[in-house]
């Protein structure tokens, strides 16, 4: 058995990344002395815990709703103020882009303007989104973000980065360490974050901090793509995007008018930031990492825990001792573990990457083949353990029906106190069951998909095989933040479909045309909230535009106005909407890229 230590609801696993705030930690939570599920916990430094963050945490309470849910800044948020605050959010495989910074500069591995942008799009996403809250962020900066090792991107510190900007000035040591990312109008915090972001976008170009107190003007024009390993100057775009950052001229006076330049670089230009690269990315370059951490996360799900409950108090000696952590201290223990299901999940990402980025090769590659087979022995594994689970919860249930009838048939006061005593273990159980059962359900859901995608990949290549067609360009992959929300769950055929309402469209001028939507797909119910009965009897609706490229191929959704929550609402219109037709917007009378109006996806109320 593993050494883990106790901090408030959490079992420290293993330490992930240090910064300037503290640490992040991979932990653990249990369920009686069983392993329940991994978290990711953040714990504050001694500095900024003697500026006061013991005692101010819960003020950050109040900006996590304002935050709605969105997956951009982290899931299942929870903060605790004990004699060690702390605040955790569900575990994503991954390391912070500071960290993937400082190794793809140690082990000089090229990271080209395409994953930069794509970062950069993620992280603008976060900042965009708290600013239409009235929230500003304040202290972005690499170590703000976490990168997935699917090459998504989280700003994991939106919920109390407001309270950690108040306290850099009892808090010198944080505040040197953030000082090139600090250098915006203080008066003004939108520019604050946008100059922020632009010193985080200068540092993934070039892999050098941009200088404090120094000649930006000069420091722009002299810098040169060392990140890619070239001594190439920065594309004139990108460079003309950073100037307006950075610089303070022409600055963006709204977070709008950001947003639409940021598309217009991304998008206009010869680059493809997408999330399919940078898992790639992040699998080449973290191999090691991901393959311990899978390994660890394994073993602690085999974990028993009983030294770490109330009952196993005594128990607690040696390697099985429960260490807490008392004040603040900064105690941490490493233990390897991670569990076959999500290295399989990400090895799914990975491959699938791998199968899009070799999409165009003449014949199929024989590891699409050979991951096919390995995506059905993961499944056979989900199926059965699915499969036990049920078994479990019958045997479970079967038990609990014959406590009940002795319950009734008993006439002994002494007896029937101990049956109800049963009876609530078995209620504990049942509920565990269920949970890992609708995590089961979840995790298969998703390995069929990626199972699914994989082999239309290997028929498309062999298909193109055989045609032997033109070369056409092969369009772009939804970007990073809503591909990572594209998790669609199945509905079973018994369940009616909702009916998508028709998009709103503006009336087209003579020569020019919005894109517009050709052959709409109506999107599926999704099974987690009817499963879990999440207010089935409202009406729900999901807001989007899509992103549309000059062959009418989407590249983009974009969530205007979502269903808060992890129920799967906005999943299921992305995915009808990637899956629908559509005609490219017109412009002087040529197809380009551009928006659709906003469309509409109804989910009827089930009765």
Known sequence: MGTYTRLGSYLLASELATDPFGSIHRAVVIAGSNFDRHMLVRTFSEELFQAG????????????????GARIY???????????????WDYVPGRSLAQLIDKAKSEQVPFGVDHALT?????AQGIVQMQAKGVSHGVLSPHSVWVSFEGATQVVDAPFAALVKSMLAKAPNAKRKLAPYLQGPENDALQQDLFALGAVLYELLTFEKLPVGGDLQATLDQATLKAAQEEAALPVEIRAFLGRLLLGRQPFPTVEAFSTELERVLYDGEYSPTTFNMAFFMHTLFREENDRDATSMKAEQGDNFLAYT??????????TRAEHIDGHADEQVSQKNRTVLIGGGLAAVVILGLGYMFFGRPKVDPAIQAQLVEFQRIKAEMEQQKADLDAKARAEAEKTSQLQKQLGETKSAEEKVKIQKQLEENQQRKLDLERQQKAAEQRLAEQKLAEQKLAEQKKASQTKVAAAPPVQEVPKPQPMQEASR??????PTA???????APQQAAPSTNDQ????????????????TQMRWETNLDHFVRLKVFVGEQGQPLKVSVVEGVSGAFGFDEAAIEAANKSSFAPAIRDGRPVRGWTPEIVYKFPKRR
């Open 53 to 68: 963050m013991n005692t101010r945490l819960a003020e950050a309470g109040r900006v996590v709703p304002l935050l709605g």
């Open 74 to 88: 982290g899931l299942g948020y929870r903060l605790e103020s004990t004699k060690a605050p702390h605040v955790a």
């Open 119 to 123: 970062v950069i799009q993620g992280v």
């Open 310 to 319: 109330a009952a196993g108090e005594s128990l607690r000696s040696g390697a």
């Open 486 to 491: 594209q998790t669609a769950v199945p509905t």
């Open 495 to 501: 369940v009616p479909t909702p009916q998508a309402a």
């Open 514 to 529: 919005a894109a517009r939507v050709v052959s709409q797909v109506v999107p599926i119910f999704p099974l987690r909230a």
